[in-house]
Nanobody, 120 residues
């Protein structure tokens, strides 16, 4: 069964840390670009961090220096380490996988999301 399952969300105080995990099954994980998205109430979904098949990473400006995306192809898992969390980081975080072979992108898969709440 092809699926992405996120975990690690929860309630944390401002300045705290969380590590999100997204475990993939049913795909050849190493040939998928992986991304973490978030959507806060009343706002559009935004790409937070992305890691390509080759390991190149990109981040939205608002999380640079605070968040780190990484992948473990042996465990079919992508992580998002979130430090120095702020209330504005509160959102549902969802991972996405896109098959990447050369310049061809296909077979997009979404996880179900995990809630992150940053509050005193």
């Amino acid at each position: 069964q092809v699926q992405l399952v996120e975990s690690g969300g929860g309630l944390v105080q401002p300045g705290g840390s969380l590590r999100l995990s997204c475990a993939a099954s049913g795909i050849i994980f190493s040939i998928y670009d992986m991304g973490w998205y978030r959507q806060a109430p009343g706002k559009e979904r935004e790409l937070v961090a992305h890691i390509a098949v080759g390991g190149v990473t990109t981040y939205v400006d608002s999380v640079k220096g605070r968040f780190t995306i990484s992948r473990d192809n042996a465990k079919n898992t992508v992580y998002l380490q979130m430090n120095s969390l702020k209330p504005e980081d509160t959102a549902v975080y969802t991972c996405k996988a896109v098959k990447s072979i050369g310049v061809v992108r296909s077979n997009t898969i979404w996880g179900q999301g995990t809630q992150v709440t940053v509050s005193p």
